[in-house]
């Protein structure tokens, strides 16, 4: 067993690694290696054994690898290696785009450095900085931190970085996205010049280039990449989408779970509000389903591994992030409940399936606003994604009937149904042969307990019927109008002339909130002032993040907008 807090080893490829030796053979000290015998743990995955030796050595380290290569140990084992005893001052800054990333890395950290007494503290938006203010103040030997809340705490002086040696740059890409490159500027700048610096990310764009050629000094570069999931012939996972209203999600999601029938699945979710209501309806429909994300202790996860584990669940619903890590082991099914706001994710979540030669299924639900964004994905990868049509009423009926057949089939191949017997000679006393088996096929097709489906979900026509309005600032002549269904205006007091740009407002509540960037409605930018739209269910949580950070280095009025100005 591997270290796979991100993922297993089959997921990456060293660069030149040797394939075989454990930990031991890294130079780890004796606590870290007893703590990984004690987790299971035998010998490290490719990134592991590639960057632990330089890490351990003091260079600083650029490394592409995607999710499922396990880079939390690769900077976690280093970082703590270097821990000194019961000094407990900041060592490690280990800055992340999420708050639900945050507290994986520190669960992580936690778990590797027990035996060291190391202190790991998470520092992110949403939650309560009394608490964070007390445990910087006792003393801490590792913060795991979104940008924007590291950056708060260095506003207020209680970030202490004089003693620190390491700051990793987890997940970079995402990061800049969501448009945190102004605040990461603003911490590295703020550390110690002769720290060491560790940047990972998925993909080295022209921009993560340039952070690294910014802030990092002549970095040993590491380079992980996924096998390719084409072998020669066709390919290993058959890719699909479907084009269904937003109302009609759910009920479509149950009807080609259906139709496939998986043996094994993960249905990932933008929001962890859609985890818990997928996870309901689902389980109502009839599927064994547990639910996954960045809200539930680290003992709730342990106990819904278990259960797959133990087959006594077999679909798993999830958000990105709290998926991370995981390996379901015979995975057959990855659908998207949404598009993928980026191709990286889109490429991360269907290279669950499909691996080691065995085939798979991946398959997304899109809105009619999100073809635009499939078809990014089908540039990005090169792969054409069909558009199918969804399986009707008359599709599932006869999906079902297939499969009572085929359970039939089995059991006549492998049952003994010989204590059976009397029952059907005791009944073609009076009836036909033939109707005695229709009942029977009856009785049997019913037993499955699968729920009736009689809603008809409308077509929808295969393209994009809007442009997308989220992130758009809106030019000052046009007229202004209401929020779009579902969603709230937010006030945010800055503007233009404190240097305030969309993906400035973007960033800061995709980081301090569980809300992602595609999430997040219009927005406009006045220049005083500027407006936002989100999900109304999630304004108050907006409201208090934001209220709680700063925005361009300085406090916002921040409340739920009242209104055309005069």
Same mark, same amino acid.
């Given at each position: 067993?591997?270290?796979?807090?991100?993922?297993?080893?089959?997921?990456?490829?060293?660069?030149?690694?040797?394939?075989?030796?454990?930990?031991?053979?890294?130079?780890?000290?004796?606590?870290?290696?007893?703590?990984?015998?004690?987790?299971?743990?035998?010998?490290?995955?490719?990134?592991?054994?590639?960057?632990?030796?330089?890490?351990?050595?003091?260079?600083?380290?650029?490394?592409?690898?995607?999710?499922?290569?396990?880079?939390?140990?690769?900077?976690?084992?280093?970082?703590?290696?270097?821990?000194?005893?019961?000094?407990?001052?900041?060592?490690?800054?280990?800055?992340?785009?999420?708050?639900?990333?945050?507290?994986?890395?520190?669960?992580?950290?936690?778990?590797?450095?027990?035996?060291?007494?190391?202190?790991?503290?998470?520092?992110?938006?949403?939650?309560?900085?009394?608490?964070?203010?007390?445990?910087?103040?006792?003393?801490?030997?590792?913060?795991?931190?979104?940008?924007?809340?590291?950056?708060?705490?260095?506003?207020?002086?209680?970030?202490?970085?004089?003693?620190?040696?390491?700051?990793?740059?987890?997940?970079?890409?995402?990061?800049?996205?969501?448009?945190?490159?102004?605040?990461?500027?603003?911490?590295?700048?703020?550390?110690?010049?002769?720290?060491?610096?560790?940047?990972?990310?998925?993909?080295?764009?022209?921009?993560?280039?340039?952070?690294?050629?910014?802030?990092?000094?002549?970095?040993?570069?590491?380079?992980?990449?996924?096998?390719?999931?084409?072998?020669?012939?066709?390919?290993?996972? #058959?890719?699909?989408?479907?084009?269904?209203?937003?109302?009609?999600?759910?009920?479509?999601?149950?009807?080609?779970?259906?139709?496939?029938?998986?043996?094994?699945?993960?249905?990932?979710?933008?929001?962890?509000?859609?985890?818990?209501?997928?996870?309901?309806?689902? $389980?109502?429909?009839?599927?064994?389903?547990?639910?996954?994300?960045?809200?539930?202790?680290?003992?709730?996860?342990?106990?819904?591994?278990?259960?797959?584990?133990?087959?006594?669940?077999?679909?798993?619903?999830?958000?990105?992030?709290?998926?991370?890590?995981?390996?379901?082991?015979?995975?057959?099914?990855?659908? $998207?409940?949404?598009?993928?706001?980026?191709?990286?994710?889109?490429?991360?979540?269907?290279?669950?399936?499909?691996?080691?030669?065995?085939?798979?299924?991946?398959?997304?639900?899109?809105?009619?606003?999100?073809?635009?964004?499939?078809?990014?994905?089908?540039?990005?990868?090169?792969?054409?994604?069909?558009?199918?049509?969804?399986?009707?009423?008359?599709?599932?009926?006869?999906?079902?009937?297939?499969?009572?057949?085929?359970?039939?089939?089995?059991?006549?191949?492998?049952?003994?149904?010989?204590?059976? #017997?009397?029952?059907?000679?005791?009944?073609?006393?009076?009836?036909?042969?033939?109707?005695?088996?229709?009942?029977?096929?009856?009785?049997?097709?019913?037993?499955?307990?699968?729920?009736?489906?009689?809603?008809?979900?409308?077509?929808?026509?295969?393209?994009?019927?809007?442009?997308?309005?989220?992130? &758009?600032?809106?030019?000052?002549?046009?007229?202004?109008?209401?929020?779009?269904?579902?969603?709230?205006?937010?006030?945010?007091?800055?503007?233009?002339?404190?240097?305030?740009?969309?993906?400035?407002?973007?960033?800061?509540?995709?980081?301090?909130?569980?809300?992602?960037?595609?999430?997040?409605?219009?927005?406009?930018? &006045?220049?005083?002032?500027?407006?936002?739209?989100?999900?109304?269910?999630?304004?108050?949580?907006?409201?208090?993040?934001?209220?709680?950070?700063?925005?361009?280095?300085?406090?916002?009025?921040?409340?739920?907008?009242?209104?055309?100005?005069?």
């Amino acid at each position: 067993m591997s270290v796979d807090e991100a993922g297993t080893a089959g997921e990456g490829a060293p660069a030149a690694a040797p394939e075989s030796g454990g930990f031991e053979d890294l130079g780890l000290r004796p606590e870290l290696l007893g703590a990984l015998a004690a987790l299971g743990y035998e010998e490290p995955t490719p990134i592991q054994r590639e960057a632990v030796p330089p890490l351990l050595a003091g260079r600083d380290l650029l490394g592409q690898a995607a999710t499922g290569t396990g880079k939390t140990a690769a900077f976690a084992l280093p970082a703590l290696h270097a821990l000194q005893p019961d000094e407990h001052r900041l060592s490690t800054l280990v800055l992340v785009p999420t708050r639900e990333l945050a507290v994986q890395v520190c669960e992580a950290m936690h778990r590797y450095g027990k035996e060291l007494g190391a202190r790991v503290l998470p520092v992110y938006g949403g939650a309560p900085i009394g608490r964070q203010l007390r445990e910087l103040d006792r003393g801490v030997d590792v913060v795991v931190a979104t940008p924007g809340r590291a950056l708060d705490h260095l506003g207020r002086g209680t970030l202490p970085l004089g003693d620190l040696r390491t700051v990793v740059l987890d997940e970079a890409d995402e990061m800049l996205d969501m448009g945190f490159a102004e605040d990461i500027d603003a911490i590295l700048e703020a550390c110690p010049p002769e720290r060491q610096t560790v940047l990972f990310s998925a993909t080295m764009p022209a921009r993560i280039e340039g952070l690294a050629r910014a802030h990092l000094r002549e970095p040993v570069r590491i380079r992980i990449q996924r096998p390719a999931t084409v072998e020669s012939g066709a390919p290993l996972v #058959r890719q699909g989408a479907y084009v269904v209203p937003r109302g009609h999600k759910t009920a479509a999601l149950g009807r080609v779970l259906d139709v496939e029938a998986p043996a094994s699945a993960i249905v990932f979710c933008r929001t962890r509000e859609q985890v818990d209501t997928v996870t309901e309806t689902l $389980n109502g429909r009839g599927y064994r389903a547990e639910a996954l994300h960045g809200g539930m202790s680290q003992d709730q996860r342990e106990r819904v591994m278990g259960r797959l584990k133990s087959g006594t669940a077999d679909l798993l619903v999830a958000t990105d992030v709290a998926a991370r890590g995981l390996d379901v082991e015979q995975l057959t099914h990855v659908v $998207n409940y949404d598009v993928p706001s980026a191709p990286e994710s889109y490429v991360h979540r269907v290279g669950r399936v499909g691996r080691a030669g065995r085939q798979g299924v991946a398959l997304t639900l899109a809105e009619p606003r999100e073809l635009r964004m499939l078809q990014t994905i089908e540039r990005s990868t090169g792969r054409k994604i069909p558009v199918e049509k969804l399986p009707t009423v008359a599709d599932l009926r006869t999906r079902r009937l297939e499969m009572t057949r085929a359970a039939l089939h089995e059991s006549l191949v492998e049952d003994d149904l010989d204590r059976f #017997r009397v029952v059907v000679e005791t009944l073609t006393d009076d009836f036909d042969l033939m109707d005695v088996a229709l009942a029977a096929v009856k009785l049997a097709h019913e037993a499955t307990g699968a729920a009736a489906d009689e809603e008809e979900i409308p077509d929808v026509p295969e393209r994009d019927t809007r442009p997308r309005a989220g992130g &758009a600032e809106r030019g000052a002549g046009r007229p202004p109008r209401g929020p779009a269904a579902g969603m709230v205006k937010l006030f945010v007091g800055a503007g233009r002339a404190a240097g305030v740009r969309p993906q400035d407002l973007v960033g800061a509540i995709a980081g301090e909130t569980s809300l992602k960037g595609r999430d997040i409605g219009a927005i406009e930018i &006045a220049d005083r002032f500027s407006l936002v739209e989100v999900p109304d269910a999630r304004a108050d949580e907006v409201v208090t993040a934001l209220r709680a950070t700063t925005l361009k280095g300085r406090k916002a009025t921040v409340r739920r907008d009242r209104g055309p100005r005069r």
